[in-house]
């Protein structure tokens, strides 16, 4: 059974894994998104995002989800 979907590391929103998200490779992985904006805060500081020590997952200021 192959995944179709996973979470947008920035804001924890399920997203599909499609050819037409925005993605980012990071250290051999590829990290799908709801947006070009998650997209650009994960680029700045992936550790951050990856590590859970970004923002708060509810809170979606300034996301095309909130």
Sequence with gaps: MTKTATK???C???V?????RATSNYKGETYYFCCSGCKGKFDQAPD????????????KSGCCCG
């Design 48 to 59: 951050q995002y990856l590590s859970g020590s970004g923002p708060a997952k509810s809170d």
């Design 8 to 10: 947008d590391p920035v």
């Design 16 to 20: 599909e894994m499609t050819a037409d």
């Design 12 to 14: 924890g929103m399920s």
